[in-house]
């Protein structure tokens, strides 16, 4: 079954130390991204990439940081200048529309905590 | 640049009608819609592109006012399954394939 799949679920960082997200897809997207979701509120874009070797950042890159080495596979790695962690994270990838717009699809999501 | 929905929370019984609504102070392309349930992935409900553009999903559907830079979404006859919350995620003239989500909206349905 294609899909997308972040790991790991729950990740718990201590002070000063970098941690990195998992995304694999296997639905041949070309585009994939990153968001950010504190609780009760909307999913904020940190990171997205539309081409391997290629990413830009969204409206909160602060303190994250990417690679697209492969198509499949877009880390994020949340480093200790991000100074609030905690939050839901997820990845999603999509088409790149070449008519029609494409969907996002979105993985299950990691929980990053603070020690 | 965020998009604004209202109203902020629903409460519904089963079997009632319910209707999201997504604004942006900016034009838009297109207009996404998903729901999540809690502590679960978004799930892709419907894209609208163009302006006046109507789409149905079972008893979901939804419309796209080009002019008004906002779109509607309605849940007729709702169901304990619709629960969740719902976003709106818009993508912007000039910057396509970049979707600026709204803050949501809590649909309970009780029985």
């Known amino acids: 079954d294609g899909g997308i799949t972040q790991s790991p679920k729950y990740l718990f960082r201590k002070e000063g130390q970098n941690v990195t997200l998992s995304c694999e897809q296997n639905l041949n997207h070309d585009a994939m991204y990153w968001y950010r979701q504190d609780p009760g509120q909307g999913l904020r874009l940190i990171y997205y990439?539309?081409?391997?070797?290629?990413?830009q950042k969204g409206d909160i890159a602060e303190g994250y940081s990417v690679s697209r080495e492969k198509k499949e596979s877009f880390p994020l790695t949340v480093t200790s200048a991000q100074k609030n962690p905690t939050a839901f994270y997820l990845c999603?990838?999509?088409?790149?529309?070449?008519?029609?717009?494409?969907?996002?699809?979105f993985g299950d999501g990691t929980r990053l905590s603070i020690l | 640049q965020q998009p604004v929905q209202s109203p902020q929370a629903v409460i519904l019984r089963e079997g009632e009608d319910a209707v999201i609504n997504c604004s942006s102070s900016k034009a838009l392309y297109s207009v996404h819609w998903y729901r999540q349930k809690h502590g679960e992935a978004p799930v892709f409900l419907m894209i609208l592109l163009k302006g006046g553009e109507q789409k149905g999903h079972e008893k979901i559907s939804a419309s796209f006012n080009e002019k008004k830079q906002q779109s509607s979404l309605y849940l007729t006859a709702s169901q304990l399954s619709y629960s969740g919350t719902y976003f709106c995620g818009t993508e912007m003239w000039g910057a396509t394939n970049k979707l600026i989500f709204g803050t949501g909206t809590l649909l309970a349905v009780q029985p």
């Open positions: 990439s539309q081409i391997v070797n290629d990413f």
């Open positions: 999603a990838s999509s088409m790149i529309p070449g008519g029609d717009n494409q969907p996002q699809h």
